[in-house]
């Protein structure tokens, strides 16, 4: 007879040991910790990061291989200070709600969504988002049944008894997004009410004593500890016997060799269905992410801004997003298809060349290329692809399971218009696509005139946890308000996207998704059409030639909001 080995894991050595410690004596003085000073926490660590943000997007333009004059740049402010001060403004308005015994939600737009759900708006959620975003607008949806007084009674988690603790916990930094590390401690302490370690991927290790600085206040109270390290590092820690509970963004494979070991390890623990790691255990894990585009009367104007649209959710970040989109799922009958796919290619080769930063990025386009001979290059820079053709009825097509974390885009076509081709398409997304992250859908405006209450039956119909109209689902992540996380359901014997939400500055419960909208048109192109959206081309999209300056002048306004900034930064935007 044979028997199966105990598992074994790293040691976690005294520097370890003595840092757990640490966090668990910060965890004490937490539960002693008023709301007013959890308050006051918040505004340090914003002002923190208010001050080192030039250096911190100057690094993580080192750390992408980006020329400081590059209007690429924009996408390290948007996605790094300028996400994390606008998280930490947003739970401050929270927690002094809470403070005064007010009700959470008191003035905020709560509406019916379809299946018995609730929709609580999250944007715009003042006056300087509607000046700011107009046009774009963002709910989070509820799980069905929960009513609005259970929804009120709920409202600020860990908050709502800030002296009951939830031990330490263990945050597993992402690599890609640098705003992601700082967000997900934050949601372990002021969500979960656990003081945290956060491992930091080795790709952002440049950036530890920025991080170091922007949450100084909360590590002097032995709040939050920041380590390096290689995988083994974070094995030790997470099944550390002080440590509760984990929290990670990354890859499935990662997550499951956390869960459930390496190896004959792994196997021999998923046949019991006992997981290795003996304690909560949170993650992000990305996914395909599709964009479906519903056929309407589009102009040569609106082709090629949406086909720019497209290009900025695959090539944001070199395509090595969680939430890039990946599989295009166009109507075989719609008579503008050809002319839309070309725009596609055309702005695949005009959007700004840029390295292929992240560790293996080549690789696995090479990879994904080598599955599709038939694969297209449209220029740009090498590893920009397009598959063409493919068949979402092929259950082998590996470009339906296989996040490429790179600049891949694939397209598939289905028959149909209208309600049908919507249909079609969101059950391919439900049962074709690996993950449940974010969808994106694009549609002309009459198109959603016509479908009417369809739209909405649609959304609550598509299992994912973010989806985006006329919008791109990363507006969803940088919306502080708004729920981040996989749609609910997941397990850890099948996790795909992940289990659980991070960011949702309202400390709501009892969430399902976010819905965000946008507008179909930029200002001014959106006015001439009767429409009343006055936002410019976003500064996120690949295209924007003054992104960089947009973005800085986005974070120092976040930092600190005042109307003499608006001209300046509203010139800026428009010149974009």
Same mark, same amino acid.
């Given at each position: ?37 959890r308050c ?23 750390i992408?291989q ?17 996400a ?21 939600? =008191? ?17 715009p959620?003042? #006056? ?19 009513t ?30 640098f705003s ?13 009410n656990r003081?945290?370690?956060?491992? &930091? ?32 590092t ?50 992000e ?29 695959? &090539? ?6 969680c ?28 959007a700004? =060349? ?16 080598? &599955?599709?001979?038939? =694969?297209?290059?449209p ?9 063409a ?19 891949? &885009? ?8 209208g ?36 739209l909405?039956?649609?959304i ?7 989806i ?34 991070v ?41 924007n030639?003054?992104? =960089? #300056? ?22 800026c935007?428009?010149?974009?």
């Amino acid at each position: 007879m044979t028997t199966t080995p105990a598992t074994r894991h790293p040691d976690p050595g005294p520097g370890l040991d003595a840092l757990v410690t640490r966090l668990t004596r910060g965890e004490r003085g937490w539960a002693r910790t008023t709301i007013s000073e959890r308050c006051d926490l918040l505004r340090a660590v914003c002002a923190a990061a208010g001050d080192i943000a030039d250096r911190w997007v100057a690094t993580a333009a080192r750390i992408k291989q980006l020329d400081d004059s590059s209007p690429l740049v924009g996408e390290e402010w948007l996605s790094g200070p300028y996400a994390l001060i606008t998280y930490c403004q947003a739970l401050q308005a929270t927690l002094r709600r809470l403070e005064t015994g007010a009700d959470v939600l =008191a003035g905020t737009r709560i509406t019916a969504a379809p299946g018995g759900r609730l929709a609580v708006q999250v944007l715009p959620h003042d #006056r300087y988002d509607k000046l700011l975003l107009g046009g774009f607008h963002a709910e989070v949806w509820t799980t069905p049944g929960i009513t609005e007084p259970q929804l009120r009674a709920a409202a600020g988690l860990g908050q709502r008894t800030p002296g009951q603790t939830g031990g330490v916990a263990l945050v597993l930094g992402a690599g890609n997004i640098f705003s992601i590390p700082p967000l997900d401690v934050l949601y372990q302490l002021y969500a979960a009410n656990r003081t945290a370690v956060l491992k &930091l991927n080795p790709t952002s290790d440049p950036l530890a004593d920025i991080y170091r600085t922007v949450f100084k206040p909360l590590a002097d109270r032995d709040l939050v500890e920041i380590v390096t390290g290689g995988p083994e590092t974070g094995q030790a820690l997470a099944h550390h016997r002080s440590i509760r509970a984990v929290h990670m963004t990354g890859s499935e494979a990662t997550h499951d060799a956390i869960v459930w070991g390496t190896g004959h390890q792994a196997i021999a623990a998923k046949s019991t269905g006992k997981p290795t790691l003996d304690k909560p255990m949170t993650s992000e894990l990305g996914g395909v992410s599709p964009i479906i585009v519903l056929p309407g009367p589009w102009t040569a104007a609106d082709l090629r801004y949406q086909a720019e649209h497209i290009a900025t959710m695959r &090539l944001h970040n070199s395509g090595c997003n969680c939430i890039a989109g990946q599989i295009l799922i166009l109507s075989s009958d719609w008579d503008q298809r050809d002319a839309f796919l070309t725009a596609v290619r055309q702005a695949l080769k005009a959007a700004p =060349a840029r390295p292929a930063w992240y560790p293996g990025c080549t690789a696995r386009v090479n990879a994904a290329c080598t &599955l599709h001979p038939t =694969a297209e290059k449209p220029g740009g820079t090498p590893e920009r692809t397009l598959f063409a053709g493919l068949d979402l009825t092929d259950p082998n097509e590996t470009a339906f399971t296989t996040e490429y974390f790179g600049p891949v &885009l694939g397209v598939a076509e289905l028959p149909g218009t209208g309600t049908a081709f919507l249909d079609a398409a969101v059950t391919a997304a439900n049962r074709r696509l690996r993950g449940t992250l974010g969808a994106n859908l694009i549609a002309h405006p009459k198109t959603l005139q016509e479908l009417g209450d369809r739209l909405r039956a649609a959304i609550a119909d598509l299992h994912y946890g973010t989806i985006a109209i006329n919008a791109w689902t990363g507006v969803g992540y940088a919306t502080p308000r708004a729920t981040w996380g996989a749609f609910p359901g997941h397990t850890l014997n099948d996790v795909q996207s992940g289990i659980g939400i991070v960011h949702n500055a309202l400390l709501l419960d009892h969430t399902e998704r976010t819905v965000v909208t946008g507008p179909f048109r930029p200002a001014p192109r959106s006015l001439m059409h009767g429409t009343t959206s006055i936002s410019p081309k976003p500064p996120w999209f690949v295209g924007n030639t003054t992104a =960089a #300056r947009t973005g800085q002048l986005l974070t120092r306004f976040a930092a600190q909001p005042r109307w003499r900034a608006l001209p300046a930064l509203i010139t800026c935007a428009l010149r974009g």
